[in-house]
């Protein structure tokens, strides 16, 4: 299986802030690197697919980069709403695997 | 609009079944594989199994292999997850996801939890 290895877990930032959260996989999985934004008690949300393209709807201030084994997750001028739990997820594989999540906490 | 919607989920006891279904619509159900991924609440997220759209190709977690068993109903737009010999560790939040070479729409999620 593929690994996906996310940090930090969990991180605290305030209003107005930009954000990066790191996703690295074990192999090579080109750029097939997703992004999910989840709060509590809601399914997962689409972000950004293909590592870099951002999902229908999705604001501005979210961007997705990176190929190879190596990927990250900005979120400029971070906003209210935007405080959730974070997740990458690879598609490379038939088996998808999901990164453990990074919380976006309240400073 | 894309829905999925799934069903199904309870208080089963150890060693019990379980039937899960998703109802999709929105979209020409046949032309997309369809996965289960599962999470326990305030864990990440697992994925389980997929099925192709045509029914010929399957696969499952190392976890639940030789005990669940995905299939799909293209006449009915459904999706399903038979689930058997369940333990405490199935115990979780299950979503039917869509698979547009990326898992771009997912179920509400319905909640399994296995104990006596």
């Known amino acids: 299986d593929i690994q996906m290895t996310q940090s930090p877990s969990s991180l605290a930032a305030s209003i107005g802030d930009t954000i990066t959260i790191t996703c690295r996989a074990s192999?090579?999985?080109?750029?097939?690197l997703n992004w999910y934004q989840q709060k509590p008690g809601k399914a997962p949300k689409l972000l950004v697919y293909?590592?870099?393209t951002l999902a229908n709807g999705v604001s501005s201030r979210f961007s997705g980069s990176g190929s190879g084994t190596e990927f990250t997750l900005t979120i400029n001028s971070l906003q209210l709403e935007d405080f959730a739990t974070y997740s990458c997820?690879?598609?490379?594989?038939?088996?998808?695997?999901f990164g453990r999540g990074t919380r976006v906490e309240v400073k | 609009e894309v829905h999925l919607v799934e069903s199904g989920g309870g208080l089963v006891q150890p060693g019990g079944s379980l039937r899960l279904s998703c109802a999709v619509s929105?979209?020409?159900?046949?032309?997309?594989?369809m996965h289960w991924v599962r999470q326990v609440p305030g864990e990440g997220l697992v994925w389980v199994s997929r099925?192709?759209?045509?029914?010929?190709?399957?696969s499952y977690a190392d976890s639940v292999k030789g005990r669940f068993t995905i299939s799909r109903d293209n006449t009915k737009n459904m999706l399903f997850l038979q689930m058997n010999s369940l333990t405490a560790e199935d115990t979780a939040v299950y979503y039917c996801?869509?698979?547009?070479?990326?898992?771009?729409?997912w179920g509400q999620g319905t909640l399994v939890t296995v104990s006596s």
């Open positions: 996801v869509r698979d547009d070479t990326y898992p771009d729409y």
């Open positions: 929105g979209f020409t159900f046949r032309n997309y594989w």
């Open positions: 099925i192709n759209g045509d029914e010929t190709s399957t």
């Open positions: 192999q090579d999985i080109d750029v097939y």
């Open positions: 293909y590592a870099s």
């Open positions: 997820q690879q598609s490379y594989s038939i088996q998808w695997t």
